[in-house]
C-alpha cells in the first residue's frame, strides 16, 4: 500500500496547520508519532540532479546576494585573484582527502577541522598547461548564464555543504543514496562497486581521520534510500551511464549488494541517463529520481566539454513543461569542490563531515523566486526533504542532523507557472548526443 493512502487510513487527508493545509508524513513509520509537513500536501515527485567538481565560488562566482569573493589566499597570505577558466579545461585537480586536508590547511587536532581555506596552493594535480595558482579560479559568466538564469527564478543555496569531507565523487554518491558511506573514503582501487573483487578495496576513515586505518571491499549492505521507498510502496529510479563504463563510475547503487544483485537493478537503476526524457514525456515519471551526467555533461574539469548547464537547464525543462511541473521538487547539486578554491569553511561535525561548499539550486512550482538561502545545508538536508514528504525515516547522520529546506519553499502560494530556461543546447540535443563513457575519475 502506498504511504499516504496508509496514512490516509490513519487520520484526516487534509489538516490545517499554522494556516497551512497540508497531508500527514509519517517520519518513522515503526513508531506512533506524526510528523506533519506541507511538501506532503503538494510534491508527488521528487528529482535529484547530481552535477560534478564544483565549489560554490567557482561555479557560482558574482551572483547577487550570494556569498562569492574575487580574491583567495595561499598557505603564505598572499592574496590570490581568482581567474576566469572555462568548464571545457583539459586537466583535472586532486579531490580527494589529502586535497581536502591541503585546501583546509586546517590547524586543528584532528586533521581538516579549523579550516583556513588557505592551503589550495597545495593541491597537487594539473601538471600540464596549467596557469598559476590553478584552483584559484571561477567560471565564465558566459557559461554558467543557464544556471544563473534557473538560480534567478528559483533558489540557490550558498550554504550546500557535502556531508563528507574527503571530496571523492566516489563516497559523494553513496551520501546521495544512504546518507553514509560505510566510514570509506577516497576512491576503490579497482571497480567501483560489485561484484567486489580482491582488488575493489576503498580505505576507511576512523574519529582522527586516519585513512590509513584499514581497508573494505567496495560492494556492501545499507539501507538506501531505495529500500526505503520499496518498503513505502513508491517508485524510484536511478538514471545512470552503463556500470560497464568508467568501472561503474557514478552509478551508486552498484555499491550497494543487495541492490545489484536484486530486482530492483534491472527494473529502477535505468542506461542511459537520456532515458528520463522518454519517461516524464510518456508520464512515467516516479516518485524520486536521481540523475548523472556523462562526462561531457558533468562540469567535470578535465572532461574537455562546457554543455554541463545546458544539460541541468534542459531536465529542468522537460519537467516544467510536462504535466509534473505543479507536483515536482528539483535539487540540483555538485557533488564535490574538485579542487577549486572556496571561501567559506566548512563546520566539523563529525569523523566524516563536513567538506568543501558546493552548489545547490532548488526548482519548484513552490520555491521562491529569486531567492538566496543562507541556511547551512548539506547532502541531507536533500534526503530530509524525500524523507519528511513521503513519511521516511532517517537513515543515518547525516540526514537526522541535516537543516531541512523548508525556507526555500512556500507552498501557501499556488504554483507559479513554469518560464522556459533559454539555453543553446535542448532536449533534442541530448537525446541524440553520443554516450561518452569516459571515466573522469580513473584514480
Known amino acids: 500500500m502506498r504511504m499516504r493512502a496508509a496514512l490516509a487510513a490513519l487520520t484526516v487527508a487534509l489538516v490545517s496547520c499554522g494556516g497551512r493545509t497540508v497531508t500527514p508524513s509519517l517520519r518513522d513509520p515503526g513508531s506512533a508519532s506524526l510528523v506533519w509537513h506541507a511538501s506532503s500536501a503538494k510534491i508527488q515527485h521528487v528529482i535529484i540532479v547530481v552535477q560534478e567538481n564544483r565549489s560554490f565560488n567557482n561555479l557560482f562566482y558574482g551572483f547577487p546576494g550570494a556569498k562569492t569573493v574575487k580574491f583567495g589566499y595561499d598557505t603564505s597570505g598572499n592574496k590570490i585573484k581568482l581567474q ?31 579550516c583556513q581555506m588557505n592551503g589550495f596552493n597545495r593541491e597537487h594535480g594539473c601538471m600540464i598547461s596549467c596557469p598559476p595558482n590553478p584552483p584559484y579560479a571561477y567560471v565564465p559568466h558566459s557559461e554558467t548564464k543557464p544556471l544563473f538564469a534557473i538560480a534567478g527564478q528559483y533558489v540557490l543555496a550558498d550554504e550546500m555543504y557535502t556531508s563528507n569531507f574527503d571530496a571523492s565523487s566516489f563516497i559523494s554518491h553513496q551520501y546521495i543514496i544512504a546518507a553514509q558511506a560505510k566510514s570509506a573514503v577516497d576512491y576503490p582501487y579497482g571497480d567501483w562497486g560489485c561484484p567486489g573483487g580482491s582488488a575493489d578495496k576503498v580505505r576507511i576513515v576512523n574519529a582522527q581521520r586516519n585513512t590509513q586505518s584499514g581497508h573494505e571491499t567496495a560492494c556492501w549492505n545499507v539501507t538506501t534510500l531505495g529500500d526505503e521507498l520499496d518498503t513505502a510502496g513508491l517508485p524510484w529510479a536511478f538514471y545512470t551511464s552503463p556500470v560497464k563504463s568508467g568501472d561503474g563510475i557514478w552509478s551508486a547503487y552498484q555499491v550497494i549488494k543487495h541492490i545489484y544483485n536484486g530486482a530492483d537493478w534491472k527494473k529502477d537503476v535505468i542506461t542511459p541517463q537520456n532515458t528520463f526524457f522518454g519517461d516524464v514525456s510518456k508520464g512515467k515519471l516516479r516518485a524520486v529520481s536521481w540523475i548523472t551526467p556523462t562526462c561531457a555533461n558533468s562540469d567535470h574539469s578535465g572532461c574537455g566539454s562546457n554543455t554541463g548547464p545546458a544539460w541541468v537547464a534542459s531536465i529542468v525543462n522537460a519537467v516544467g513543461e510536462s504535466q509534473y511541473w505543479n507536483s515536482t521538487a528539483i535539487f540540483v547539486f555538485w557533488d564535490d569542490y574538485g579542487g577549486w578554491y572556496d571561501s567559506e569553511p566548512p563546520a566539523y561535525v563529525d569523523y566524516d563531515g563536513l567538506g568543501i561548499r558546493v552548489p545547490l539550486l532548488i526548482v519548484s512550482a513552490y520555491a521562491k523566486q529569486g531567492y538566496v538561502t543562507h ?42 507557472k513554469f518560464k522556459k530556461i533559454r539555453t543553446s543546447l535542448g532536449i533534442d540535443y541530448f537525446l541524440h548526443q553520443p554516450l561518452d563513457l569516459r571515466p573522469p575519475d580513473a584514480h
Not at 84 to 107: Q, R, Y
Open 84 to 114: 576566469p577558466i572555462p568548464l571545457e579545461v583539459h586537466w583535472d585537480m586532486e579531490h580527494d582527502s589529502a586535497g581536502f586536508f591541503a585546501a583546509c590547511n586546517g590547524t586543528g587536532s584532528i586533521p581538516g577541522t579549523d
Open 375 to 416: 541556511v547551512p545545508y548539506e547532502h541531507g538536508t536533500i534526503l530530509k526533504f524525500v524523507e519528511e514528504t513521503f513519511g521516511l525515516p532517517a537513515m543515518s547522520a547525516s540526514d537526522s542532523r541535516a537543516n531541512p529546506p523548508d525556507d526555500a519553499f512556500d507552498f501557501n502560494q499556488p504554483p507559479r
